[in-house]
């Protein structure tokens, strides 16, 4: 099974954002994505515009697999509103906004909490920090049953 194939089943990384994979002597995995140029809309005037100001890079973990941490150096598009002159980054399928954890790595930090697993566990199998593991649980809004 190709490289690719395993990177758009677990991590959904689609095959053309992904610019240059490496794996280091430890058997990590790291990956350089770069989602390409498209129409985006502003969230806050509503404006569509193509044109790009920039890149930037951003580190996000995508978790474990198999014992070997997946790493991406993710490029980050930033784009400029023609009509009011603000910049904003590109929407993404992999990380939210202002985080650097990935979608998937965050579905499998709460598909471990229906396991009876300590903080620390979970924190281990993520490759995150246990305050990490805190902060993300503690924002879970469970309701009280009926």
């Keep these: 099974m190709s490289t690719v194939n395993y990177t758009e089943i677990i991590f959904k990384i689609k095959e053309e954002y992904i610019k ?17 140029v498209a129409e985006q809309v502003r969230p806050h005037c509503g404006a569509r515009t193509r044109k790009s ?8 973990k995508f978790g474990a697999t198999q014992h070997h941490t997946v790493t991406a150096t993710y490029l980050q598009r930033r784009y400029k509103c ?7 980054i590109e929407k993404n399928p992999f990380v939210c906004r202002y985080l650097r954890l990935s979608k ?5 930090l709460f598909r471990q909490l229906g396991e009876k ?13 246990v305050s990490t593991v805190i902060r993300y649980c ?3 809004a469970i309701p009280k049953p009926n």
Excluded: W
């Design 117 to 129: 697993v300590s903080f620390t566990e979970m924190a281990k199998l993520s490759n995150v920090s």
């Design 82 to 88: 023609q009509e009011c002159n603000h910049t904003f």
């Design 104 to 108: 998937t790595n965050m579905e499998y």
């Design 53 to 60: 100001k920039g890149k930037r890079p951003e580190d996000v």
């Design 20 to 36: 240059h994979t490496r794996v280091n002597e430890d058997g990590s995995v790291h990956f350089t994505l770069e989602i390409p």
């Design 138 to 140: 503690s924002k879970l």
